[in-house]
């Protein structure tokens, strides 16, 4: 961990050249508001998955978090040609694969798909929360919004009641115009660097573990650790946090601009963010807000983090 934070803390203090893509401008934006600076990173000779080396090139802040996740994380070799010989006849010097690279069907899939697909299941069932709603409330039919309830909340009800699919569908869902804003905006910004360093299927299981996660830490501690009756949550919080300190973790010294106007390293703001929400759990000082949740989302991507740096899966 030390060789990777100073590796990256070397990085970090080489001149910038280049705009921050796939951002429009130079910054991260979100509820946190991320903002970076642009850097530049030389030839690193890893591959992710295929012998596809990355070549020289000037990047953005975005492309740096990237390589970092990449060289903390990944459990590709160091690439080298491999061959029969060393160049002899029927050696392509690559191994039997040549210097061809061709993607697989989930390489072919765009970034961009599973972002806005995210962001439309999280849409397509705030809308059924509002239909839900109206019914409730105009036609005094109770049945959707019940419906919702039983299928995308967390509670120890639904759990008992065999509904475990709760602790995931949960992630999706959100009642309030507010709420569901905040968390869309921050995954818009946050999570397309950490994606593409990834890959798909690892940020499904970043994604997805810390929504389950934060279900799951959300019942203990209102069911267990401080019980309340009837309680229930939902609300994609928890996968964000998984992302945002996943992110920290990888680029501890990439600056979160919170709200657009303060910087905060991201390192300083994670911990923050992570301490006032065990306060606020401890002591109630959020009604209306799972803290606890959070709490369980920021420790499952530190996890996950983890559990790639020292190559655990």
């Given amino acids: ?5 100073r590796s990256l803390t070397r990085t970090l203090a080489r001149p910038a050249y280049t705009t921050c893509k796939p951002f429009p401008s130079q910054h991260f934006t979100g509820v946190l ?3 970076a600076r642009p850097t530049s990173f030389g030839t690193r000779g890893i591959t992710t998955g295929h012998l596809r080396p990355l070549v020289q090139r ?3 802040l975005s492309q740096l978090i990237q390589d970092s996740i990449r060289y903390a994380t990944h459990k590709s070799r160091r690439f080298r040609p491999v061959g029969r010989g060393s160049g002899g006849s029927g050696s392509s010097g690559y191994g039997n694969r040549g210097n061809s690279w061709r993607p697989s069907f ?11 697909g995210i962001l439309a299941v999280n849409g397509l069932v705030y809308l059924a929360w509002q239909r839900a709603i109206y019914d409730y409330k105009s036609l005094q039919d109770p049945t959707p919004y019940i419906w919702l309830r039983e299928n995308f909340t967390t509670s120890a009800k639904n759990l008992r009641e065999g509904r475990i699919w709760t602790l995931l569908t949960s992630a999706f869902s959100h009642e309030g115009a507010g709420h569901i804003f905040v968390n869309s905006l921050t995954f818009f910004f946050m999570a397309p660097p950490v994606l ?7 940020f499904f299981v970043l994604y997805l573990g810390g929504g389950l996660v934060s279900s799951l830490t959300s019942l203990w501690f209102n069911n267990v650790y401080k019980p309340k009756p009837n309680y229930s949550s939902h609300g994609a919080s928890g996968a964000m946090y998984a992302v945002i300190s996943f ?3 990888a680029a501890p010294r990439a600056t979160f601009q919170l709200y ?3 910087p905060v390293p991201a390192w300083l703001c994670v911990s923050g963010l992570f301490l006032y929400d065990v306060y606020s759990s401890i002591n109630d000082k959020q009604e209306g807000t799972d803290t606890a949740g959070h709490v369980g989302g920021v420790l499952g991507g530190i996890c996950y983090f983890l559990a790639r740096r020292f190559r655990i899966f």
Avoid: V, Y
């Fill in 58 to 60: 000037e990047t953005s």
């Fill in 247 to 249: 992110l920290a973790c």
């Fill in 106 to 116: 989930q390489d072919r899939i765009p970034d961009n798909a599973i972002i806005w």
């Fill in 1 to 5: 961990m030390s060789i990777f934070l």
């Fill in 260 to 262: 657009g106007i303060i």
């Fill in 33 to 35: 508001f991320a903002a």
């Fill in 196 to 202: 593409s360093a990834l890959g798909k299927p690892a």
